[in-house]
T-cell receptor, first 112, second 111 residues
Framework: SQTIHQWPATLVQPVGSPLSLECTVE??????LYWYRQAAGRGLQLLFY??????ISSEVPQNLSASRPQDRQFILSSKKLLLSDSGFYLC???????????FGPGTRLTVL | AQSVTQLGSHVSVSEGALVLLRCNYSSSVPPYLFWYVQYPNQGLQLLLKYTTGATLVKGINGFEAEFKKSETSFHLTKPSAHMSDAAEYFCAVSDYNDMRFGAGTRLTVKP
């Protein structure tokens, strides 16, 4: 069966520090991968999606970036965090775009 | 482009009462429709989905939803609320290429 992992589970970082969040999927190949952010009391905001290795599409311009170095690995990064980057970050995968998505457990990021 | 509107950011019901969470969508093609549930500090979990065929869809935990094309709605119901149903619920629509989520409805269940 397929599983999706995210780490770390929680992270507290100072403003201006770098960020790296990792997501890996097991039990499937060539998944579509997604990064979402949930700010407090807000809905889901799609940040990035990827249909294959090295292929990244950005939905919202910001100081975050994403990379997909391997088929089942998706990384969210920042060179310098802002206070507004705080939130709950969710990674998800789907077998094809538009079909049901399977979500990871999330990473709670607090920028101080 | 498709979109989703969830009516009511907060819904409160008593334990044992009917749960009704409203979702309206817009789509230029016959849509796929989904309901997800999110418990605190967790990822989203699929409750049910509609793709084609029967318009009444049954999901996990006793929830069901009915696709009504004429009303562009996909409301989520459960006959009798349980304390464990307290969570955030998201409706989503897909045009087979992109999925768009609603803003979510927080369900509170009172004892």
């Amino acid at each position: 069966s397929q599983t999706i992992h995210q780490w770390p589970a929680t992270l507290v970082q100072p403003v201006g520090s770098p960020l790296s969040l990792e997501c890996t999927v097991e039990g499937t190949s060539n998944p579509n991968l997604y990064w979402y952010r949930q700010a407090a009391g807000r809905g889901l905001q799609l940040l990035f999606y990827s249909v294959g290795i090295g292929q990244i599409s950005s939905e919202v311009p910001q100081n975050l970036s994403a990379s997909r170095p391997q088929d089942r690995q998706f990384i969210l990064s920042s060179k310098k965090l802002l206070l507004s980057d705080s939130g709950f970050y969710l990674c998800a995968w789907s077998g094809r775009r538009g079909d049901e998505q399977f979500f990871g457990p999330g990473t709670r990021l607090t920028v101080l | 482009a498709q979109s989703v509107t969830q009516l009511g950011s907060h819904v409160s019901v008593s334990e044992g009462a009917l749960v009704l969470l409203r979702c309206n969508y817009s789509s230029s093609v016959p849509p796929y429709l989904f309901w997800y549930v999110q418990y605190p500090n967790q990822g989203l979990q699929l409750l049910l989905k509609y793709t084609t065929g029967a318009t009444l869809v049954k999901g996990i935990n006793g929830f069901e939803a009915e696709f009504k094309k004429s009303e562009t709605s996909f409301h989520l119901t459960k006959p009798s609320a349980h304390m464990s149903d307290a969570a955030e619920y998201f409706c989503a629509v897909s045009d087979y290429n992109d999925m768009r989520f609603g803003a979510g409805t927080r369900l509170t269940v009172k004892p």
